[in-house]
């Protein structure tokens, strides 16, 4: 079967393809790449009002996922305590006074107590040394599965 000449509908590109692609609608685009950018830019579904309004009526919200991006963690408003903490102690880490990469931590571990003397500005490299041993577990030398804190002592042999 003798391939056809074609010019890509996105790049311009020439290209061959086989005239049954052709005729069942294919061979417009030299790749999948510039086929997907040429139907982005000019037929996208998801521009049309009636699958916007689809896509919207049927997202489901998801209220137990916390996100950053909604300053939100179960119901504690996070830019409010980050924004007090950084105006009272300054825009720079507490230990090593760097002043990118900021985080608030909780002294006490308790999201929940906002209080200034709870919390402190800290890089995430200080950030993450101070919580760095609270998830280290020990594993089991004959398996190597992780031990719950239970079973730790009865296992040593």
């Known amino acids: 079967m003798a391939s056809v000449e074609r010019n890509c509908l996105q790049c311009g590109t020439t290209f061959f393809t086989f005239p049954s692609y052709i005729r069942r609608g294919k061979g417009k685009f030299c790749s999948i790449s510039c086929g997907t950018t040429y139907r982005n830019l000019t037929d996208n579904p998801a521009w049309r009002d009636e699958v916007k309004k689809k896509i919207s009526e049927n997202h489901a919200p998801v209220p137990w996922l916390f996100d950053y991006r909604f300053n939100n963690y179960k119901g504690i408003d996070v830019k409010h305590y980050r924004k007090k903490a950084l105006r009272y102690y300054g825009d720079s880490c507490n230990r090593c006074g760097i002043n990118e990469n900021l985080q608030v931590h909780h002294k006490d ?49």
């Open 109 to 157: 571990r308790n999201r929940s107590n906002n209080e200034l003397d709870n919390l402190e500005v800290l890089c995430y490299d200080c950030h993450s040394e101070e919580h760095k041993n609270e998830f280290k577990r020990e594993r089991c030398p004959e398996t190597g599965r992780f031990l719950s804190e239970e079973k730790e002592s009865d296992v040593h042999v």
